[in-house]
T-cell receptor
């Protein structure tokens, strides 16, 4: 069964450093998302991406964040200058298309900012 | 404000003891309610989508139902492997194209042998 994959599973970085989180969505899916979950809190939406552009972003997704689909399979989230409060699990998700509304999530990347 | 509230926060059951989890929502014009299972340190795993009041979906020991303001996840004769956090999510009222989901805080279910 096709799955969303994410790398790395755990990333430790120092405050102020740039990180890139990588995702391979399910093949033939058209909509892509990033969510995050701070330990013990709700899963919260960051950004959605369709047709090679951002379709919606949350207030959390400020100028320090960017997303890219550099090729036909990868989808990345970049944080330019990490802060302590960026420490969280980051989940990538994908959705097939207009007729199917459920999102399929990857296993997550645990980001620890020290 | 769009909200998703789940109760109880935590539930402890004995193996075989059936129960129900609740998800209430305040969005207008519901365009789908989604149930996910999340194991510790893992991503949410899709379980069900419900679209209209009265709809029911089943998968093994789980059955999800939907009314106009809430959804229930019924667990029949649970086993220890059903232990997980169960999340409920909906698209917000004014989000076009199903661009995002609003999640509840989840119910942590522990099933003991």
């Amino acid at each position: 069964e096709p799955e969303v994959t994410q790398t790395p599973s755990h990333q430790v970085t120092q405050m102020g450093q740039e990180v890139i989180l990588r995702c391979v969505p399910i093949s033939n899916h058209l909509y892509f998302y990033w969510y995050r979950q701070i330990l013990g809190q709700k899963v919260e939406f960051l950004v959605s991406f369709y047709n090679n552009e951002i379709s919606e972003k949350s207030e959390i997704f400020d100028d320090q964040f960017s997303v890219e689909r550099p090729d036909g399979s990868n989808f990345t989230l970049k944080i330019r200058s990490t802060k302590l409060e960026d420490s969280a699990m980051y989940f990538c998700a994908s959705r097939p298309g207009q007729g199917a509304r459920e999102q399929y999530f990857g296993p997550g990347t645990r980001l620890t900012v020290t | 404000e769009d909200q998703v509230t789940q109760s109880p926060e935590a539930l402890r059951l004995q193996e075989g003891e059936s129960s129900s989890l609740n998800c209430s929502y305040t969005v207008s014009g519901l365009r789908g309610l989604f149930w996910y299972r999340q194991d510790p340190g893992k991503g949410p795993e899709f379980l069900f989508t419900l679209y209209s009041a009265g709809e029911e979906k089943e998968k093994e020991r789980l059955k999800a139902t939907l009314t106009k303001k809430e959804s229930f996840l019924h667990i029949t004769a649970p086993k220890p492997e059903d232990s997980a956090t169960y999340l409920c999510a909906v698209p917000p009222t004014f989000s076009g194209g199903y661009n995002k989901l609003i999640f509840g805080a989840g119910t942590r279910l522990a099933v003991h042998p």
